[in-house]
């Protein structure tokens, strides 16, 4: 089904890309000549590309995360599995876009992680490691439905977790979940408790010596957004109203209606999620397991945007929306959108005596890649009986350059006329961006329907190295590789398309 390796680097040569060999990173010694690393990420959500100081935010102050930048690598080409919040996360535990396992859009109608998956966590627990999940799950409502699988069922020993977010809100949550039984009202907010819960977890495992794989999922920045006061008063002033003047919002039109009060709450947000993941770090460093983690902190989409850019082009019915003022930087779109803004996010890895400190990095990395890299990392195989998209990014560490043999693709499930000007499909070859709308779904037809049948049937081409804002579509410039890229699109949705499940009951998201 997929172009050979060499057959797949004479179409990146045939079309003038280029992928340079990094030279940021530094590897000592064999990589496996020592214990096996404990594995941890950090997952945002609905955190932007352009809202870390570390990113070039002028604005939200976040020296925790900036100082664990430092100490590792920053990517500036990583990207979630998915434009929204299920898909993304079914892609990072699984290694597949999302598609392939039903995750068309967030769970629901049918809509959940499948046990056939086989995920990060049941594959290192197989192999000996200790796992934790801690936080927003969103592959599967298990508070609703007893038939639906928790993440116990998809590897994880101990498990304390929401199903989606807080929409309660964010402080003292009510929906967690610990181990299938259900917790009463957790003390403080959101990303404080699962924080407060993974260095519980680490402090009192039975065996210290065994390494670990922890998940720490936050509802942070997503709505609804209430930090504690001191947070959102650290921007409550004539500053942060000069600068927020100079921040971009993907090339996506605001409300009319006057909302600039709300930014307070936004900034605060990301400001308190910094200072959690500071508390964790420091956790890890009075354990002692600082030195033997992989730690990637990283988001899930892009950032959520205040206007509905779904019904009829109009406004949210839903207000919770006007305190967003998260930023994709100078990418083009926000969470939803095939164009950057919806899936490059921030990507930093932090591994002592295999990263060089402060290094960044500009190579393409997915959220795909997370599974074959973990696994390369723990000396496990990855399951050979299914499409894995990603490939392990552990050859950066030693100089070489990532050979993927499957680009790397993202969808938006848009139709009909509403979102008609957003593609639903993105596809990256090296610095080359596809982007391919399907033909729409007809009067009356089921959305499954629509979806398993769809083609794709026009497009457009950025090189997103020149043009990173996505604002010049060169496909009447550059016809012999637009003309190369879009077979190479049409065989790959064709094979996703292919093995992707049906919901039958999904008539509409």
């Known amino acids: ?43 945002g959500d609905d955190l932007g590309y352009g809202d870390l100081g570390c990113y070039g935010n002028p604005i939200i102050k976040t020296p925790h995360i900036d100082a664990f930048a430092k100490e590792g690598v920053r ?6 599995a998915g434009t929204v919040c299920s898909p993304s996360r079914a892609g990072l535990l699984t290694g597949r876009n999302p598609y392939r396992s039903g995750f068309y859009y967030i769970a629901d109608s049918g809509a959940w992680l499948r046990t056939e998956e086989k995920t990060i966590a049941s594959l290192l627990r197989e192999s000996g490691y200790d796992t934790c999940y801690a936080g927003k799950w969103h592959l599967s409502h298990f508070n609703r439905d007893d038939s639906q699988p928790d993440p116990g069922d998809h590897g994880f020993d101990h498990w304390f977790a929401t199903p989606v977010n807080a929409f309660e809100g964010p402080d003292h949550p009510t929906t967690f979940v610990r181990n299938g039984v259900r917790v009463p009202e957790v003390d403080g907010w959101y990303c404080d408790a699962v924080v407060r819960e993974s260095l519980e977890w680490l402090r009192n495992r039975p065996d210290p010596e065994k390494p670990f794989f922890l998940v720490v999922a936050t509802h942070e920045p997503h709505t609804p957004l209430a930090p504690p006061e001191h947070y959102a008063a650290m921007y409550d002033n004539q500053e942060t109203d000069e600068l927020e003047k100079r921040i ?33 770090m420091r956790g890890l460093d009075d354990l002692r397991l600082a030195g033997n983690s992989l730690v990637f902190f990283t988001s899930d989409n892009g950032p959520e945007s205040p206007v509905n ?13 006007d305190r967003c003022f998260g930023t994709p930087g100078q990418l083009r779109g926000m969470k939803r959108f095939t164009y950057e803004g919806g899936h490059r996010i921030p990507g930093i890895l932090r591994w002592p005596g295999r990263v060089r400190p402060g290094s960044v990095c500009g190579t393409l990395v997915n959220g795909t890649d997370i599974l074959p890299t973990v696994c390369e990392a723990a000396s496990i195989q990855p399951p050979r009986d299914r499409t894995i998209d990603g490939t392990s990014i552990l050859p950066l560490f030693s100089g070489k350059q990532l050979q ?41 037809e089921r959305y499954m329907d629509w979806l398993k049948r769809a083609q794709l049937i026009s497009f457009e081409l950025y090189n997103v190295n020149a043009d990173e804002a996505q604002q010049k579509d060169i496909s009447a410039d550059c016809p012999e590789i637009l003309n190369r890229l879009i077979p190479r699109m049409r065989e790959l949705w064709k094979d996703i398309q292919k093995e992707g499940p049906c919901h039958n009951k999904w008539t509409a998201h």
């Open 75 to 80: 990517f500036t080409d990583c990207h979630a």
């Open 404 to 444: 993927r043999d499957i680009p790397q693709c993202w969808f938006f499930p848009a139709y009909e006329d509403a979102m008609g000007y957003i593609p639903q499909m993105a596809m990256r070859i090296g610095s080359y961006t596809l982007l391919g709308w399907f033909d729409g779904k007809r009067p009356g």
């Open 309 to 321: 850019m779904q019904e009829s082009k109009g406004e949210w019915d839903d207000p919770i929306r």
């Open 1 to 43: 089904m997929y172009h050979s390796r060499r057959e797949f680097l004479t179409l990146l040569a045939a079309s003038g890309i280029t992928a340079a060999v990094p030279n940021f990173l530094s590897c000592s010694g064999l990589l496996f000549a020592g214990k096996r690393p404990n594995i941890i990420i950090f997952l």
């Open 248 to 280: 971009r919002y993907g090339g996506v039109v605001r409300p009319d209606r006057e909302i600039g009060l709300n930014k307070k709450y936004y900034y605060g947000t990301v400001s308190q999620l910094d200072a959690a993941f500071g508390n964790l």
